[in-house]
């Protein structure tokens, strides 16, 4: 029997960068699977060194939906003082970091029952705080939805659970609506499977100086946002 944990990525800020290092800082238009586990690393207290644990997180399915496609953001920064190269001397560094701005994700983990169980307990009572990518960007909400552990497969999940979003306003809105704009959906598959598509973002390793991440396949696809989504919806995300 499968067994998933359902969470709420809600906050004004959310960085998800594939490609860190340098002056041009991207964010992928939803969460890469080395962002969720290092924020569940942090929530475990698990040191970037410990490979193994961090290799038990990877292993698990991620899902995720997009309950409100976020608005992407640049921030313009200027770091002064920055030793040069040769070390003779210092210089002003500028650099572009793009984020997203009012997000909403619902990310679904599957896998290892026991350690969502352990996630399930501590994920609200972090060891160390979380972040969505940077550390200014914290969550808005409990990160457990009403759903939290359960009984079923990730795949599932992605076209039942209760829509997240909050806002009385646009949950109106589109309950009045016969049209609805669906929701995007990204989950982890095999590499054989018709459509998937590669990303370099299955975290290796996260210890300073020796940051490596592997291949994974996803499968992009959407789900329509129906009136029991809508109805069911869960403005009191905390279980």
């Given at each position: 029997?499968?067994?998933?944990l359902?969470?709420?990525f809600?906050?004004?800020?959310q960085?998800?960068?594939t ?8 964010t ?74 009012d ?63 909050n806002d ?57 946002l ?14």
């Open positions: 029997m499968a067994t998933s359902a969470l709420c809600d906050a004004p800020m960085s998800w960068g490609r860190s290092p340098g002056t041009l800082r991207d992928a238009a939803e969460p890469t699977k080395s962002g969720v586990v290092g924020l569940l690393a942090a929530a475990l207290g698990v040191h970037r060194d410990d490979h193994d644990a961090i290799a038990d997180l990877a292993a698990l399915t991620l899902a995720v939906r997009v309950d409100r496609e976020g608005i992407p953001e640049r921030d313009y920064h200027t770091t002064q003082n920055v030793p040069t190269t040769l070390g003779k001397g210092h210089r002003t560094v500028v650099s572009e970091r793009y984020y997203l701005a997000a909403l994700f619902l990310v679904i983990l599957e896998g290892h029952p026991e350690l969502l169980q352990r996630l399930n307990h501590t994920i609200d009572s972090p060891r160390w705080p979380v972040f969505f990518g940077r550390r200014a960007f914290v969550p808005a909400r409990p990160l457990l939805t009403r759903t939290g552990l359960t009984h079923q497969p990730a795949l599932r999940l992605l076209h039942t659970h209760p829509w997240l979003e009385p306003d646009v949950r109106k809105s589109e309950s009045d609506k016969t049209e609805r704009v669906p929701l995007r959906t990204i989950i982890d598959c095999p590499a054989t499977t018709p459509g998937a598509v590669p990303r370099r973002d299955h975290p290796i390793s996260f210890t300073h100086g020796d940051r490596r991440h592997g291949l994974r396949h996803v499968l992009p696809a959407t789900t329509p129906t009136d029991p989504m809508i109805s069911d919806g869960d403005q009191a995300p905390c279980s």
